[in-house]
């Protein structure tokens, strides 16, 4: 079997998909691509069992066959090749993989085609369009606010809630929440799935920045996109995400306005102050200032910084997680936010100050006891 391949454009479509090959997996097959041939297509399969990404590349060929070709060999060959035609020359019966370029030749041993394993199909599924664009913010307004914690595999993916009216996006790691809602994005089969986090970090690294139309299919246990030439299915979370709705307190009668980055700078400044474990910082909001402090005893470091604001509601102390709220204002793209606040044992909740119509975000932070020190 052979076939005829421009090296750069194969490159290019291998990268986009190989994210998804994992170092040491489960099953040996899956350190490799799956390389089926047809005339004039070559598909690729990348898959670590619970996601697989597929690509689909013109090339030159009258046969048809398929192969397992070992990733990590081939990607270090294309990357250091200058921009030319690659012959893949394949024996399909000892496996065997020759490259052939204007420079040189180059041979590695291949893999049985069978080992590799089927990508699940989505039967009797549902169905919805969206831009590209849309869901790429979408997914970095929410996956940092996804957990690490494999104990916890509820709160490891984003929880989506497509319904007639909207969309909502959502994940916690039980310390912070973040709600993000499209009302351009809607459909009359209303579903609720929990996608995991390295599927979505995946996707999104290989979406257009574009608005391209993203074909998303789901049914009971697996999740389908595709757009371009780039396809990935990835296994649902099978577990029953937290009941978010009723964490996000509703009567918050003390409304902080404030200038998104210049928040933003003060924090990061100050947290360099901060204990290394805790992370603290405190919030001291009195009339139209809001004081930033924290303290590390530590090591006897502290430090404070005085900023103008709007406030509405009594005076008031509370501390949070400086990471957290750094985060979070990272991931907004305003120029004002309102901070939202009840109590100083009350979850805090940001919102950007100017509401775009098709976007509602809300994020909400748990805050920490403060230390007894003035």
Do not use: W
């Not at 929440?177 to 351009?184: G, N, S």
């Not at 509601?313 to 204002?329: H, P, R, S, T, V």
């Amino acid at each position: 079997m052979k076939f005829v391949v421009s090296s750069s454009a194969l490159l290019k479509q291998l990268t986009a998909i190989n994210g998804v090959i994992t170092t040491n997996p489960v099953v040996p097959i899956l350190e490799n691509f799956l390389f089926e041939v047809s005339v004039g297509k070559l598909t690729v399969y990348a898959s670590d069992l619970q996601t697989s990404m597929i690509t689909e590349i013109v090339v030159e060929s009258k046969e048809k066959g398929n192969i397992a070709v070992p990733a990590k060999i081939l990607l270090d060959t294309l990357k250091n090749l200058p921009e030319q035609p690659v012959t893949f020359t394949i024996d399909e019966e000892t496996y065997s993989i020759e490259i052939s370029s204007d420079n040189g030749r180059y041979k590695l041993s291949g893999e049985n085609a069978t080992d590799f394993p089927r990508v699940p199909a989505v039967k009797n599924g549902y169905a919805v369009d969206v831009p590209s664009d849309i869901l790429t913010r979408a997914i970095s307004s929410t996956i940092f606010a996804a957990s690490n914690d494999e104990l916890k595999p509820q709160m490891t993916g984003v929880f989506i809630n497509i319904s007639d009216a909207n969309t909502t996006f959502v994940a916690t790691d039980g310390h912070r929440l973040i709600r993000y809602r499209r009302a351009d994005i809607a459909s009359e089969s209303q579903n609720t799935l929990l996608i995991p986090k390295k599927a979505l970090n995946l996707l999104k690294a290989s979406l257009p920045t574009d608005n391209t139309l993203v074909k998303m299919e789901f049914n009971a246990s697996n999740a389908f996109f595709s757009f371009a030439n780039i396809k990935m299915i990835c296994r649902l979370i099978d577990e029953r995400f937290p009941d978010y709705e009723n964490a996000i307190p509703a009567n918050n009668p003390n409304k902080l306005t404030i200038n998104r980055q210049d928040l933003l700078n003060s924090l990061k400044r100050i947290s360099i102050y901060a204990n290394k474990t805790t992370h603290q910082v405190r919030l001291k909001i009195a009339g139209s200032e809001l004081q930033i402090s924290a303290e590390d005893l530590d090591f006897s470091n502290e430090a404070n910084e005085r900023l103008s604001c709007e406030y509405e509601g009594d005076d008031m102390e509370i501390g949070f997680n400086a990471k957290f709220l750094i985060e979070m204002l990272n991931n907004l793209d305003c120029e004002a936010i309102d901070i939202n606040l009840s109590a100083p044992n009350r979850a805090g909740i940001l919102n950007p100050a100017k509401k775009d119509k098709n976007e509602d975000v809300l994020m909400l932070v748990m805050p920490v006891m403060l230390n007894n020190y003035v």
